[in-house]
């Protein structure tokens, strides 16, 4: 890793700043890979997974989250990746198609199930999570099912870390960034750590770091930041310089929640303030603000020169994940770009 000297930005410049013009984009393919899956999350708050009287089914998988962020916001996105030949797999591929992701990656496995996870955020604040994938169909993807094609078309690569668990779709996972990479698309990476679909901890430090050298756009969390490091402290940037910056990334951020987050690129780095609202569910949050910057970065490549806009962007997807805190599943409630600025109007108005 490489550690660079720079200035950090805690101005009071206009990071919320965005006006109806700055929405407009015309937006370059944004191609994600992964698992899309069924999540099943309680109908009351605050409870065990045990002690959850009903559930309400809501598609999510992170990878399919963030192409129906980026379509929602009037970006252009796709979905490569693997579901059953069963309801739910039929459902998640209208769901995309309704939510205009292109569907030409997206495979169905008659011999596998489509993933189901349940997922409750209990009264201490943690989230549970329990999966059903014995196997699951998106551990089945093989690399000669990829739709080589749309990867070509991208100008972003998206994708996290479950995919590189197990064969075959690690390795229609890493054949799949190869295309990409030689595409020339910029390389985007959430690894979105879920320990209890790892073999082990080791397992887990290891594959996720396999392929850290290689992304253009890395976007972890504070907890995560602790898991890779072996336990440092996430708030430290000598930390983060020294140990998960590397010399290939156009930019590394570090979600903080309601805080908002901070950057780091070559040149500068800073932190930008969250937004409060009353949160409901926190799935998704993640996903839809890597929507939120994804949809900016497919716009605008200056992004990654312009701290200035890049602030805005930053501030615009920090906004994203926080409409989306305050309603239950993930895919339901990413936001539109409609509703993005009406809530920005309505801040700019307190």
């Not at 015309?26 to 708050?45: A, H, K, N, Q, R």
């Not at 590394?252 to 937004?275: D, H, N, P, Q, W």
Request: charged share 25%; net charge negative; with cysteine.
């Amino acid at each position: 890793m490489v550690h660079v000297g720079l200035s950090y930005c805690l101005c009071a410049d206009q990071s919320n700043d965005i006006t109806d013009d700055d929405c407009k984009k015309t937006s370059s393919l944004v191609v994600c890979f992964g698992e899309m899956l069924i999540d099943f999350v309680p109908t009351v708050g605050g409870v065990s997974l045990a002690e959850a009287p009903a559930f309400q089914k809501a598609p999510g998988g992170a990878p399919a989250n963030v192409a129906v962020g980026i379509s929602r916001l009037g970006g252009s996105s796709a979905f490569i990746g693997k579901v059953g030949a069963d309801e739910f797999g039929y459902m998640l591929a209208d769901i995309l198609k309704q939510n205009n992701v292109e569907t030409s990656g997206m495979r169905f496995d008659s011999n596998a199930r489509t993933a189901l996870a349940f997922v409750t955020l209990r009264d201490d604040g943690e989230r549970e999570f329990l999966f059903f994938r014995n196997p699951s169909a998106d551990m089945l993807l093989e690399e000669s099912e990829l739709d080589k094609n749309i990867i070509k078309q991208a100008r972003i690569f998206h994708y996290g870390s479950i995919s590189l668990i197990n064969e075959p779709c690690k390795s229609a996972h890493l054949a799949a960034m190869t295309v990409a990479k030689d595409s020339g698309c910029i390389l985007s990476y959430d690894p979105n750590l879920r320990l209890a679909l790892w073999p082990s901890e080791d397992a887990a430090r290891k594959g996720i770091m396999e392929i850290w050298d290689q992304a253009d756009v890395i976007k972890i969390s504070e907890d995560e930041i602790t898991f890779l490091t072996g336990g440092d402290d996430p708030y430290d940037d000598d930390v983060v310089l020294n140990k998960l910056f590397h010399s290939n990334l156009k930019i590394l951020i570090v979600t903080e929640g309601s805080l908002g987050c901070r950057y780091y690129t070559k040149k500068f780095k800073g932190r930008v303030a969250g937004v409060k609202v009353k949160p409901v569910d926190t799935t998704g949050a993640g996903d839809s603000f890597v929507s939120g910057i994804l949809y900016w970065i497919a716009s605008d490549q200056t992004i990654f020169q312009d701290e200035k806009l890049l602030r805005k962007a930053l501030y615009f997807a920090n906004v994203c994940g926080a409409i989306t805190v305050t309603e239950k599943g993930a895919i339901p409630a990413l936001p539109k770009k409609e509703t993005i600025l009406e809530f920005l109007l309505e801040a700019a108005a307190i």
